[in-house]
């Protein structure tokens, strides 16, 4: 590494970038079309959220969104639960996707660890899509009615939630990673009147037989009248199920019904791991709208790019991957390990596809880092344009790993949002620099601000990251939440009127922002604050140490201890050495009050399914809540990890109560 300083710039777009990025040609817009001038992207934020109405309504005209505008009002209320957005319009997701598209050209590719590349034209597409739809219509499904599906990130999943879409039904989807229990504790909450299922899928060299869990799920869903099987890794259909190919004959035109701005388009889910799962709602308008926004204008989408996000489809990303449409681009799906068969597998499928985005987790970036990939020696990378980064904050040795071994000249964003929101809070400015460790700015109509404890605003200091103004892609609701109650409790119990999100973040005067991590799982050293995610930047620079988690039981009436859990390289053992290196490391670029009191080697550590670290169960496992109130297994990738950590809570206990009473 060529040893980077926090906040350095790495990357500055030339200026024939910047002149022909579709920012800059919506800031000229805006100029002509609306005479509002600004000189900067700070600028061009603070008018977005200082005038949110006249902003999204110039989304909607800036941006070809499709759809009769036929409202009274962009906004009417301005609280954030309950606010509408353009009451009276009428929109549909599909329609959008399919809109002013060259039929020749091609719309998808797709490759699973079993199967080679494909493509799909957007005039097929569409036709897969009409057809589905129209079957869907034959069940009786109608507007408003769920369509539920157990599909990995396959072209079926894609079809199968356009089709969905443009009746008006809403889509759900869990991935087959998810066992039966977990897949019936979402779905069974929004009884379902299809199913579309897969019956199995394969990861990392291993091919995994879903078809008892599917058994399983079927007799748990009542509500299901028709269960529709894509044979993945078999070829036979379960008895009283209806065969992918089925939906297909139909030579129809796509009919997509317009529907309200905010009629349900689709249902996630919130991570399960601490209980119930919430079923997030999101609308078609605010969806379009959100997406149109982030794609084109903080994305720099346009119909000739390629864009890729690795994803299960039980990720939020999997849905902003399908969102990429609604800027004309072709996407790639990808089933399978990103490892697989080696650490190549991801930057050959951008070779072979001609990938121009490049969406990942910091966790693949800092693995392939420890695992000494280097992709633009081996890999054709020269269509590559921007490489996107989400699921934690991406450390320093990150952003050079990037820049060293994957392309000199691209544009890198670490990006934070949320399945709530289905969008992002913080991300991409692509007229802006890139420095190392910090995220470019606030996203475009979203009034972020850090708070402190008492609710004021902070510069340049660490605060909760909240939303203080409406966004059209906020949740409609949460399914079968009477009164909002647990919508409320969710967000809005900490600051009245003001979303909490439960990040800690800090932005300077220039908007430039840093992620600290989870703010419920903050480390608090004798009233001294740091987020979870500044430990994880030192310790990923200690090259014996594959992956880590850290866990601080200070709390009122325990005994106060700073954990660390640490996946070691293959071939690494513990000792003192190593052990001494690591808290040097965090003694000398944190601060001795952080180093930890133990640390403890792990086989892995505890993932929900979509690879976030469970920081804040493991807290409350580890300070004796019971282990069945705190973690749902069936939600984690990795469930195999948790029996360590429920032994060490035991022993917890016992130093706990063997000092209180000897």
């Given amino acids: ?55 999204w309504e110039s989304i909607w005209a800036y941006c070809g969104v499709v759809g009769e505008p036929s409202y009274s009002k962009v906004l009417d209320g301005d609280s954030m639960i309950g606010a509408k957005w353009f009451e009276g319009a009428t929109i549909n997701f599909t329609e959008n996707v399919f809109a002013g598209r060259d039929r020749s050209k091609t719309a998808l590719y797709f490759r699973s660890e079993s199967t080679p590349t494909g493509s799909m034209s957007w005039e097929e597409l569409e036709k897969q899509v009409a057809s589905v739809a129209w079957k869907l219509k034959e069940m009786g499904v109608k507007a408003g009615d769920r369509v539920a599906a157990y599909l990995p990130n396959i ?97 129809v035109p796509l009919a997509a019904e317009p529907l309200p701005f905010s009629h349900p388009l689709w249902i996630v889910y919130s991570s399960g791991t601490t209980g119930l799962p919430k079923p997030i709602v999101h609308s078609h308008g605010g969806i379009v709208l959100e997406n149109k926004k982030l794609m084109m204008i903080q994305h720099d989408l346009r119909p000739d790019d390629v864009v890729f996000w690795y994803s299960s489809t039980g990720w939020i990303m999997w849905n902003l991957l399908i969102g990429s449409w ?51 020696e081996k890999y054709d990378l020269s269509k590559l344009k921007s490489v996107f980064s989400t699921g ?87 399914w079968g939440d009477e009164g909002n109650e647990r919508y409320h409790e969710s967000y809005f119990d900490h600051y009245p009127g003001i979303w909490k999100h439960g990040d800690w973040i800090k932005i300077d005067e220039k908007g430039r922002c840093i992620i600290y991590g989870r703010s419920d799982s903050t480390i608090n050293r004798s009233g001294v604050r740091m987020g979870t995610s500044d430990l994880y930047r030192v310790i990923a620079s200690i090259d014996e140490v594959f992956d880590s988690l850290v866990i601080d039981l200070e709390v009122i009436g325990k005994t106060a201890s700073l954990l660390l859990f640490v996946v070691l390289k293959e071939g690494v053992e513990m000792n003192d ?62 469930p195999e990890s948790l029996p360590f950590f429920m032994e060490l809570a035991k022993e917890l206990e016992g130093e706990r109560v063997e000092k209180l009473f000897f």
Avoid at 12 to 26: G, I, T
Avoid at 346 to 371: C, H
Avoid at 397 to 415: N, T
Avoid at 626 to 636: C, L, Q, T, V, Y
């Fill in 577 to 638: 050495a190593l052990e001494a290196r690591i808290k040097g490391a965090i003694r000398e670029q944190l601060s001795p009050r952080f180093a930890p009191d133990r640390i403890y080697p792990v086989d892995d550590i505890p993932k929900t399914l979509n690879g976030k670290k469970l920081e804040v169960p493991i807290r409350k496992l580890l300070l004796g809540f019971e282990a069945e109130r705190m973690i749902n297994a069936d939600s984690m990738s990795n």
């Fill in 392 to 478: 934690a904050p991406l450390t320093a040795d990150g952003y050079e790993w990037i820049y060293e071994h994957v392309k000199s000249d691209v544009w890198l964003v670490s990006v934070s949002g949320g399945t709530d929101i289905s969008a992002a809070f913080v991300g991409g400015v692509p007229i802006e620099s890139v420095r190392v460790g910090e995220i470019q700015g606030r996203s475009l109509g979203v009034a972020t601000e850090a708070f402190d404890e008492e609710g004021n605003p902070l510069i340049g200091e660490v605060g909760e990251l909240v939303v203080t103004k409406p966004m059209p892609s906020m949740p409609l609701y949460f």
């Fill in 155 to 251: 072209p079926e999943a894609a079809i199968a939630f356009l089709a969905t879409a443009s009746i008006g039904a809403v889509w759900s989807i869990c991935s087959p990673d998810f066992g039966s229990k977990s897949v019936i504790t979402r779905l069974g909450q929004i009884e379902p009147a299809v199913l579309i299922a897969a019956d199995g899928y394969a990861y990392n060299g291993k091919v995994f037989d879903k078809q008892s869990e599917l058994e399983e799920i079927r007799r748990q869903l009542p509500t299901v009248k028709q269960t529709v099987v894509v044979p993945y890794i078999g070829e036979d259909v379960p008895e009283g199920c209806m065969a992918w190919n089925d939906l297909l004959g139909e030579d």
């Fill in 1 to 55: 590494m060529t040893g980077y300083t926090q906040g350095e710039v790495i990357w500055k777009p030339s200026a024939e970038r910047v002149e022909h990025s579709v920012m800059s040609d919506y800031m000229g817009w805006l100029k002509e079309k609306k005479g509002v001038e600004v000189n900067d992207y700070a600028e061009l934020w603070k008018w977005s959220v200082d005038e949110l109405e006249r902003f």
């Fill in 326 to 376: 609604l800027a004309g681009s072709a996407i790639v799906l990808y089933d399978g390990s990103p490892f697989y068969p080696d650490e190549g597998a991801l930057w050959e499928l951008a070779e072979e596809t001609g990938i121009t985005f490049f969406g990942t987790s910091a966790p693949f970036i800092t693995n392939s880092a420890k695992m000494g990939a280097h992709p633009k």
